[in-house]
């Protein structure tokens, strides 16, 4: 079946701008994750869903990082004001949510969308 | 406060070798692990993923070793290739969360 799709693939903007990445998860997956790669750095964890318990937001680094998902499907993490240190490649990872089983909680990784800030 | 620790940061062997690498972590109140490779300017390919409740897991090559006791887990490749060049990268959670830890991962290069 499909894996996780994110779009846009590669997203070009000023500083300053608004922009909004968004993330299609694996379908039946309960648990969305967002996690931010800067060049050469490794993945930082930004904020973790879980069906339709409150996220864990634990990870955004300031206010102006915030995400939705709607239900069970698409996710959007939307970056206000860009800053040129939030170029990175955003990547996006779904599983499935269970408590027991082989492979629960297994992350499928989406090819990630890289933002660059003029 | 999870930590996760890669050693070595960067491998290189000629084909054919086995070879291990290492990742340690510091609270050992863990669900599972989960290793990973990356290929550049790409996302992760899940490679295994170990429960908190087995000792170890094989795909192929690849065996994957947990020793929650330790916090430590090996990745062992077996006759490695060419196409086995990638960073490789472990994950686990925050105790009690299903925040991942991701180590700065092995950069692993083999040569033909």
């Known amino acids: 079946g499909a894996g996780v799709s994110q779009s846009p693939s590669n997203k070009v903007t000023e500083k300053g701008k608004d922009v909004e990445l968004r993330c299609d998860p694996i379908?039946?997956?309960?648990?969305l994750y967002w996690y931010r790669q800067r060049l050469g750095q490794g993945l930082e964890f930004l904020i973790y869903?879980?069906?339709?318990?409150?996220?864990?937001k634990s990870g955004l680094p300031s206010d102006r990082f915030s995400a939705e998902r709607t239900g069970e499907s698409v996710s959007t993490l939307t970056i206000q004001r860009t800053q040129q240190e939030d170029s990175a490649v955003y990547l996006c990872?779904?599983?499935?949510?269970?408590?027991?089983?082989?492979?629960?909680?297994?992350?499928?990784f989406g090819p990630g969308t890289r933002l660059t800030v003029l | 406060k999870q930590e996760v620790t890669q050693i070595p940061a960067a491998l290189s062997v000629p084909e054919g070798e086995n070879l291990v690498l290492n990742c340690s972590f510091t609270?050992?109140?863990?669900?599972?692990l989960q290793w990973f490779r990356q290929d550049p300017g790409k996302g992760l390919t899940s490679l295994l993923l170990i429960q908190s409740s087995q000792r170890e897991q094989t795909s192929g090559r690849l065996n994957a070793s947990l020793d929650k006791s330790s916090g430590r887990s090996t990745l062992y490749i077996a006759a490695s290739q060419p196409g086995d060049s990638a960073t490789y990268l472990c994950?686990?959670?925050?105790?009690?969360?299903?925040?991942?830890?991701f180590g700065t991962g092995t950069r692993l290069k083999v040569l033909a």
């Open positions: 994950a686990v959670p925050t105790s009690g969360t299903y925040k991942y830890i």
């Open positions: 990872a779904s599983s499935l949510f269970r408590t027991s089983g082989s492979s629960y909680n297994e992350q499928f």
């Open positions: 379908s039946g997956h309960t648990a």
């Open positions: 609270d050992s109140a863990i669900y599972n």
């Open positions: 869903f879980q069906g339709n318990s409150a996220p864990d």
